[in-house]
């Protein structure tokens, strides 16, 4: 995970599908960022979760299963 974090995680907070991606001009994956948060959420990390549904796409969808 914390490879993940320093070679995908944008400075939006958002995550890429992989190193170097450029489609769309590197812009974040809204379900890859989603899994980012299920995956923290499962493991207890509300705070983390959190952190990746701020992501500028994903703030409209709330993320209400972290609240």
Do not use: S, V
């Amino acid at each position: 995970i914390e490879r993940m974090n320093l070679t995908l995680r944008t400075y939006t907070g958002g995550y890429l599908r992989f190193e170097e991606d450029n489609y769309m001009n590197g812009n974040p994956w809204t379900i890859a960022t989603l899994w980012m948060a299920e995956y923290h959420l499962a493991k207890g990390e509300k705070n983390k979760a959190r952190a990746c549904c701020c992501q500028r796409r994903l703030r409209q969808l709330r993320c209400h299963a972290i609240e």
